[in-house]
């Protein structure tokens, strides 16, 4: 009896028992950093939902990971995920990858045993339409596939949306659909809020609840808002005199430079000549400034020359005269 209750006791603790897991980040193409993490942070809490798993906390591993000086960034092969499940001590890791080829987005996760490095189960999941739907259905069925339970089935339904005005944009719970209709378009069967919204229309907001399987087909007309548009009929008037006004100006400018431009050229043709003129001029009272002030420095020389001859033949004088003197009184004593 004692064995039979501890095998029972064994077979519950192991049924309830729950596995070591981590997961990485997904790998984005197509998407930033920051929405690929969002959706990753949002499939953990998917995965956390099941009791069957021990949900390692994103920035705990990181921590584990940093002091091991292990590099997260480009780690996509089979062999990096395993090495970082032994660092961080975790029986399984969860790896994956999120793509978007224009309006479509496909998942792809896999749940890598640590220890025998086989893969024990994957998930795919394909979508087309907005990111929210993605983060609200797409990483919870991700998440029920890799957990062995059986995903919710969802319900879907058809919606083809129109204007009779053309140029009309729609917002469908507040997100732009950049296109000018939605013709037969897969949505999630929900409760959603349409807006309409075109330049002087009026704006539309209505409630569209679209059922499982439902082909809903809407045709709106907005309704012109008068007031508007002959307030901006007024003002385009106001802005309109006031352009040909200016565009009147602008041509009566162009007309003067243009005659302007005309006369400058006759001028620049007539100084041009007087330019050449006046060059000449230049020329020749350079050169004659070379020519006078070298007759000056040669007629200063001899000047100076000059100055020295007079000073020499001055001392000379006085020579002479000395001697002369001289002489008078020799003679004149001899006579005595």
């Not at 339970?149 to 009309?168: C, H, M, N, R």
Request: aromatic share 10%; charged share 25%.
């Amino acid at each position: 009896m004692k064995r039979l209750v501890l095998i029972l006791i064994l077979f519950l603790t192991s049924l309830y028992a729950q596995t070591p897991i981590a997961v990485l980040d997904f790998l984005s193409n197509g998407l930033s950093g920051q929405e690929a993490q969002a959706l990753t942070d949002r499939f953990r809490n998917e995965l956390f939902q099941y009791k069957n798993f021990d949900i390692m906390e994103r920035a705990y591993m990181e921590e584990i990971l940093d002091e091991q000086g292990f590099q997260l960034s480009g780690c996509t092969s089979d062999e990096c995920v395993i090495e970082a499940g032994k660092l961080v001590g975790v029986e399984q890791m969860v790896g994956g990858s999120i793509s978007r080829v224009g309006e479509t987005f496909t998942i792809a996760a896999r749940i890598i045993s640590v220890e025998t490095g086989k893969i024990l189960n994957t998930a795919s999941y394909d979508y087309t339409g907005e990111i929210d739907m993605l983060l609200k259905e797409g990483m919870k069925q991700v998440a029920a596939v890799l957990a062995h339970e059986k995903p919710a089935p969802q319900k879907f339904g058809y919606l083809s949306i129109s204007s009779s005005v053309p140029d009309t944009k729609f917002f469908l719970n507040d997100h732009y659909i950049n296109r000018p209709s939605l013709s037969g378009e897969k949505f999630k069967a929900d409760k959603y809020t349409l807006s309409l919204r075109r330049p002087y229309f009026f704006p539309l907001d209505t409630t569209i609840y679209l059922e499982e399987d439902e082909y809903k087909t809407l045709n709106f007309q907005l309704v012109p808002n008068i007031k508007h548009i002959k307030e901006r009929i007024t003002t385009k008037k106001n802005i309109g005199k006031k352009l040909y006004i200016l565009s009147g100006f602008s041509y009566g400018l162009a007309a003067y430079l243009h005659l302007s431009a005309n006369q400058i050229y006759d001028d620049y043709q007539t100084a041009r000549l007087t330019a050449e003129e006046k060059h000449r001029e230049i020329k020749f009272r350079d050169h004659a400034t070379w020519v006078s002030t070298g007759v000056g420095t040669v007629v200063l020389a001899r000047a100076i020359q000059y100055s020295i001859e007079i000073s020499q033949l001055k001392r000379l004088l006085i020579v002479t005269t000395d001697c002369h003197v001289n002489e008078f009184r020799l003679a004149l004593e001899v006579k005595l």
